[in-house]
């Protein structure tokens, strides 16, 4: 009943958002300077969110992830990045196999089971040096993405940072089907699992973050088109 | 042994021009002189850090084809401009390039680079694709380039799929879409010479 459910849910995503589709992506195009910017009908208000993002990561994240990285060095945050990934490797399948993608399941799996075993928990990533390993990730944003659905249009979350309609949805069905969410729903714990994980990624990139803000004309619309391309990059894969 | 001598100038001859004259070679070539300008000991450090950057700046020079990257990254916009703006535009944007990738290189510890594929879309236009291992994980990098008649120039690189010249497109179009030519322009070299200041 709830499978049939979120299948309705699924398709009615599918039809409103194919729309957007037709017109964001030029037909099996692998010129990315063919595809077309994402629609921005909440501009105004996306970049005042964007504007509170940059103060919450430079001037409140900055300097705890300064005494974070003197703490705890490159490696050990590796180690915290791919046992964060490993923890969501169920997702990743799950997403795979609703995009009948049966070989990068399959390699999510193998690359699971070497991971959690062999590598401690998934601490460290031993299958990274077998290409055939190192699938793409997919989540459930990409899964609306094959099955036809378009951006809808741009969203900057706060603290969450730069999405889509599509992918806002997707990051949410995503959440819901993570085993932090099942081990421990909304409880401190898997708050601060998800905190953790964020603030990690984030002290990973914290430069690359202000290198391309530096570099940028307007950085709210170069952030913008990154995030299109990559996306679009993800489901095309 | 003059023999001897003659074919290896021949071969060493034959072998810069074969490396040159295919994309893949001309990538790979200025690559390996960025990294032989980065493990030169006279060239290490903060005290020789202008010559250093000096000399990674003129194999940028020489890497990019400032017109074709212009052209792509205005568009439809390119024809509105004088060839006197761009001309000065494209001086302005390659130092902006320059400006994003010196202190990419400088930082670059070489962890290794492969070169993976050379695809063809026109004998004209190419594409190389190579992997650098970085301290993250592997960094999967697009090489746009095209043949110009002092041989193959990068017209654009992507570096996990997010290509540079789309990016500053973005933001060249929406500044033009309310701007002249001339403001933008004005823009870029603020932007240059701020940062450089």
């Known amino acids: ?237 | 042994m003059k023999i001897w001598g003659l074919v290896l100038w021949w071969l060493s001859i034959a072998s810069w021009v074969c490396a040159e004259s295919s994309p893949m070679g001309f990538v790979q070539e200025n690559v390996n002189r960025v990294v032989s300008v980065l493990e030169d000991p006279h060239l290490q450090g903060d005290r020789a850090k202008t010559a250093r950057m000096e000399k990674l700046a003129a194999i940028t020079d020489g890497f990019f084809d400032p017109t074709e990257l212009s052209r792509r990254a205005l568009g439809q916009y390119w024809r509105m401009l004088s060839p006197e703006e761009q001309q000065e535009f494209s001086d302005l944007f390659l130092q902006l390039i320059k400006q994003t990738y010196l202190d990419k290189f400088d930082t670059y510890n070489n962890q290794g680079i492969r070169y993976e594929q050379e695809v063809f879309q026109s004998p004209t236009q190419a594409t190389v694709l190579l992997t650098a291992a970085t301290d993250k994980g592997p960094l999967h990098i697009q090489v746009s380039l095209i043949q110009t008649q002092n041989g193959w120039k990068a017209f654009d690189i992507a570096v996990e799929n997010i290509s540079l010249v789309r990016n500053y497109r973005t933001q060249f179009q929406s500044i033009l879409q309310s701007n002249a030519p001339r403001n933008l322009i004005a823009i870029l070299k603020e932007k240059v010479h701020g940062s450089r200041s």
């Open chain 1, 1 to 237: 009943m709830v499978l049939g459910r979120s299948l309705v849910v699924l398709l009615l995503l599918v039809v409103l958002l194919g729309g957007c589709a037709a017109r964001q992506h030029a037909p099996n195009s692998a010129d990315p300077l063919a595809d077309e910017a994402i629609p921005d009908p909440l501009e105004p208000l996306n970049r005042a969110m964007f504007r509170l993002n940059d103060v919450i990561i430079t001037d409140v994240f900055g300097p705890v992830r300064t005494v974070y990285v003197g703490v705890f060095p490159q490696d050990v945050r590796n180690g915290f990045g791919n046992f964060y990934r490993n923890l969501a490797a169920p997702v990743r399948v799950a997403n795979a196999l609703l995009q009948l993608k049966g070989d990068k399941a399959a390699a999510e799996v193998v690359r699971f089971l070497l991971n959690t075993t062999f590598g401690i928990l998934g601490f460290f990533d031993v299958s990274r040096p077998f290409v055939w390993l190192n699938p793409s990730p997919e989540d459930f944003g990409q899964t609306l993405g094959h099955a036809g659905a378009g951006h809808g249009f741009y969203l900057v979350l706060p603290v969450l940072g730069p999405t889509s309609l599509r992918d806002g949805i997707g990051l949410v069905a995503d959440a819901l089907a993570s085993p932090t969410f099942w081990w421990a729903p909304l409880t401190p714990h898997a708050w601060a699992i998800q905190t953790h994980n964020r603030a990690n990624t984030l002290s990973q990139y914290f430069d690359e973050y202000q290198k391309t803000k530096a570099d940028a004309l307007d950085p709210y619309l170069s952030f913008k088109d990154i995030y299109t391309q990559h996306r679009d990059a993800l489901v095309r894969e």
